[in-house]
Nanobody
Framework: QVQLVESGGGLVQPGGSLRLSCTAS????????MTWYRQAPEKERELVAR???????NYADSVKGRFTISRDNAKNTVYLQMNSLKPEDTAVYYC????????????WGQGTQVTVSS
């Protein structure tokens, strides 16, 4: 049974930092592309950052230069370091694991709330 468990969310002031973690179990983590998404109230879910099996990364324009995604295959964990946080970063952040095997297979975590407010 595949499980993705996010942690690290919380309340932070504008300009502050948080580090999100997503730990996976029940899959061969190193074979999966890992992605962080977020969804703000009344908005669609959007891609925040992605890291490939080979370590290539890409980011939403809105977070470039502020967020960094990384992975530790030995710990089955993907991280999202978020710096210079803004109120518009407030959202539920979700971890996704994706692999292509005959068809795309996607797994999701339960989400972690990030609130940026003074």
């Amino acid at each position: 049974q595949v499980q993705l468990v996010e942690s690290g969310g919380g309340l932070v002031q504008p300009g502050g930092s948080l580090r999100l973690s997503c730990t996976a179990s029940g899959l061969t983590f190193s074979r999966y592309t890992m992605t962080w998404y977020r969804q703000a109230p009344e908005k669609e879910r959007e891609l925040v950052a992605r890291i490939s099996v080979g370590g290539n990364t890409n980011y939403a324009d809105s977070v470039k230069g502020r967020f960094t995604i990384s992975r530790d295959n030995a710990k089955n964990t993907v991280y999202l370091q978020m710096n210079s946080l803004k109120p518009e970063d407030t959202a539920v952040y979700y971890c996704n694991a994706r692999i292509f095997a005959i068809a795309w297979n996607d797994y999701w975590g339960q989400g972690t709330q990030v609130t940026v407010s003074s």
